[in-house]
C-alpha cells in the first residue's frame, strides 16, 4: 500500500473549518484514499473516501490533487467533538494488507 | 445487523496464561483483520485473512495465532501472554471490493499482570 505522512497534531478553533493534509506520493492508479478518525480509544470511525474526483458527504469534504499525490481532509465547521486522531490510508488495490500510520490528532479549541 | 462484535471488552491475564479474542461479522466480508494499539500509539496490524482457511502475518504478529474456518469468525489466540501484550485490540472486516469501507469492532483492553 502507499505510504501515507501526515502531521503529527493539529489545533483547530471551534466553528473554523479544519484542513488536515495527507501525502501519498507513492499512489497507484487504482488505490483508494481513505480517511478515519479515532475518538479516544473507541474503534476507528469511516469519515470518506475518493479515487479521483472530489468527496463530499455529511461528514466530511475529501479534496484529492489532481496528480493524486496529497489530499486534505476537510470538516468545515469544527466542533469540540471532532477533537481526534485522523488517519489518512491508501491501501493496495486488492487491499489485503491494510496498515495505518500514526495519523494526525487535532485539537479543536473552545 | 450487528456489524463487527469482539469479546471479551475487558480481560486482565497474569503472564503465561493464554487466552482468545472473538471476532465474528455478520456482513459476508471476505477479509477480517486484527490490530493492536498501544497508549498513545497508531494501529499495527497483527494478521489478517483475505477468506475461510486463508491467513497471513501482519506488522506484528509474533505472539499470536489465528485461524479462519468460516466467514464469520476470525478469533486470535495469544498463546503466552506477556505484558509487552497489555493493548486494545481492534478487529476489522471489508469486502474484496475496491472502494469498500473497513468496519471496526469496539475493541478489547487486554491488561497482562
Known amino acids: 500500500d502507499a505510504k501515507t505522512t501526515q502531521p503529527p497534531s493539529m489545533d483547530c478553533a471551534e466553528g473554523r473549518a479544519a484542513n488536515l493534509p495527507c501525502n501519498h506520493s507513492?499512489?497507484?492508479?487504482?488505490?483508494?484514499v481513505y480517511w478515519y478518525r479515532q475518538i479516544h480509544s473507541q474503534g476507528p470511525q469511516y469519515i470518506i473516501h475518493g479515487l479521483k474526483n472530489n468527496e463530499t458527504n455529511e461528514m466530511a469534504s475529501l479534496i484529492i490533487t489532481e496528480d493524486r499525490k496529497s489530499s486534505t481532509l476537510i470538516l468545515p465547521h469544527a466542533t469540540l467533538r471532532d477533537t481526534a486522531v485522523y488517519y489518512c490510508i491508501a491501501p493496495p488495490g486488492g487491499y489485503q494488507k491494510v496498515t495505518f500510520g500514526t495519523g494526525t490528532k487535532l485539537q479543536v479549541i473552545p | 445487523n450487528a456489524g463487527v462484535t469482539q469479546t471479551p471488552k475487558f480481560q486482565v491475564l497474569k503472564t503465561g496464561q493464554s487466552m482468545t479474542l472473538q471476532c465474528a461479522q455478520d456482513?459476508?466480508?471476505?477479509?477480517m483483520s486484527w490490530y493492536r494499539q498501544d497508549p498513545g500509539m497508531g494501529l499495527r496490524l497483527i494478521h489478517y485473512s483475505v477468506g475461510a482457511g486463508i491467513t497471513d502475518q501482519g506488522e506484528v504478529p509474533n505472539g499470536y495465532n489465528v485461524s479462519r474456518s468460516t466467514t464469520e469468525d476470525f478469533p486470535l489466540r495469544l498463546l503466552s501472554a506477556a505484558p509487552s501484550q497489555t493493548s486494545v485490540y481492534f478487529c476489522?472486516?471489508?469486502?474484496?471490493?475496491?472502494?469498500?469501507?473497513?468496519?471496526f469492532g469496539e475493541g478489547s483492553w487486554l491488561t497482562v499482570v
Open positions: 456482513m459476508n466480508h471476505e477479509y
Open positions: 476489522a472486516s471489508r469486502t474484496g471490493q475496491l472502494g469498500n469501507t473497513i468496519y
Open positions: 507513492t499512489i497507484s492508479g487504482n488505490e483508494y
